[in-house]
């Protein structure tokens, strides 16, 4: 059996839930299917999503919806049309939609995460609902029903192992599709919780796990996951088969195909991933494996760079003397809820390197005031513009001068490089550049690598 999850451009319209349907059919061991909120349909459209946030906002300022609602539900009215589905099949739809303000939610951020949940939820009744128009005996399984259960906050839920249990005992017939929306599961007291935006692909690991899929194909609109950006590099070359963990330390510095979270419950699941496109799903796509038995064939698999960190400089004389001087630091961090990237040091010098979404400048204003006066070290400097190159590959594991070949290029193009540092696992390089020589760098490691 195999579990499948379409993301939002592969179900923005009426012809692209087409080709997805098609993707559905053609292989009888597709039998789960996950779906997102209808996606952008050209360049400069509205993400269903972002229109169920702004759905949100304006009931959180008691302002007018009717609008909002009518743009909202007309998405879905589209795709309706486009398989002639009678009116009144829509009916649930629109009642739920327009329930939203309605409901008791414990504050504003659980209100905010069941807005924007619909948008799957509403997609994937829809998705039922054509499948089974076409013909097909399909029915929409929501996280309610399968036992989806989910911890954490309103708007960046967890999974509980209790989950799993529950999925195990979800009945269904070897004759019919199972439609999930993802994106969400249920909190202990039975209020909706979104996973962390992408989280479709969250809730079809999930699945993939709970119910022992032997495959979690994962549909978008690329043809494989690729070596290096194609905003960076010309056509760069496809990564056939790679591990869970190589996906993992890419997934960390910005590959924005697979979110990186999902891969955890298909690792403990130990379930493939096959990321592939829509609208050419003839192609191989991309296979995710175990580590296990994984031969490379290449030395390096991927390149990529993440320019949303910055760092926090320390110097002070006979800091390796100090004891506690880091666990300082760190209480600093832990009181406002800040949590480090790296932290490489010397003997008088310490950088923290944090994840600049985590925090604003208010906050490093007061991190670092309180650095000065709890510390007080002999200098300290915010660096804004800092950036993470990651160089990643089971081939590295085994090879000597792998470094050199990574450092050469740069020093050739003069790209100053103030952090290097090689993961515990060794198929990792982490290079911090400065953000304007962070395409650069991509480009010339890529190019020792995979010009040839």
Not at 111 to 135: D, I, T, Y
Request: include cysteine; charged fraction near 20%.
């Amino acid at each position: 059996m195999k579990v499948v999850k379409f993301g939002g451009s592969s179900l923005a319209d009426g012809p692209e839930y087409e080709h997805a349907i098609n993707i559905i059919t053609a292989d009888p061991e597709r039998r789960v299917i996950v779906t997102s909120a209808p996606g952008k349909r050209h360049d400069g459209d509205i993400k269903v999503t972002d229109l169920l946030i702004k759905y949100a906002n304006a009931v959180l300022k008691h302002a007018d919806t009717e609008e909002i609602v009518s743009q909202i539900f007309s998405r879905y009215q589209a795709i309706a049309d486009y398989f002639h589905l009678p009116e009144q099949q829509l009916t649930s739809i629109k009642h739920r939609l327009l329930a939203l303000p309605k409901q008791d939610y414990p504050n504003d951020h659980y209100l905010m995460a069941a807005f924007k949940a619909h948008g799957e939820r509403l997609n994937a009744e829809l998705m039922a609902l054509v499948l089974n128009h076409l013909g097909h005996n399909a029915r929409i399984v929501t996280p309610e029903e399968a036992g989806i259960r989910v911890t954490g906050t309103p708007n960046n839920a967890s999974v509980t192992p209790e989950t799993y249990a529950l999925l195990d005992r979800l009945t269904y017939s070897d004759h019919e599709l199972l439609i999930f929306p993802g994106f969400y599961g249920i909190t202990l007291a039975g209020h909706i919780a979104t996973f962390s935006r992408g989280g479709s692909d969250i809730t079809g690991a999930i699945l993939a796990r709970g119910l022992h899929a032997d495959m979690y194909e994962n549909f978008t609109d690329v043809d494989a996951i690729y070596s290096a950006n194609p905003h960076v590099i010309d056509h760069p070359q496809p990564i056939s088969k790679m591990t869970y963990r190589e996906m993992r330390e890419l997934s960390y510095a910005g590959f924005s195909v697979f979110h990186d979270e999902a891969l955890i419950p298909a690792i403990q699941g130990n379930v493939p991933i096959n990321v592939k496109n829509t609208n050419h799903p003839e192609k191989p796509g991309t296979l995710i494996v175990p580590d296990e038995s994984f031969q490379p064939t290449d030395i390096i698999t991927g390149i990529v760079s993440g320019k949303h960190f910055g760092a926090i400089y320390l110097h002070k004389y006979l800091l390796n003397k100090q004891s506690g001087f880091t666990l300082r630091i760190l209480q600093i961090l832990a009181r406002h809820h800040v949590s480090y990237e790296h932290m490489p040091s010397g003997i008088d010098d310490i950088t923290i390197i944090l994840d600049k979404n985590q925090i604003n400048d208010s906050l490093i204003d007061t991190i670092c005031n309180e650095i000065q006066e709890e510390i007080n070290p002999d200098r300290l400097e915010w660096i804004d513009n800092y950036a993470i190159t990651m160089v990643v590959g089971e081939g590295m594991k085994n090879r000597t001068g792998v470094i050199n070949d990574i450092l050469s290029p740069l020093a050739e193009k003069h790209i100053a490089v103030p952090m290097i540092n090689q993961g515990a696992s060794r198929i990792a390089i982490m290079i911090g550049t400065y953000n304007e020589d962070a395409d650069a760098a991509v480009a010339a490691i890529y190019h020792r690598f995979f010009a040839n």
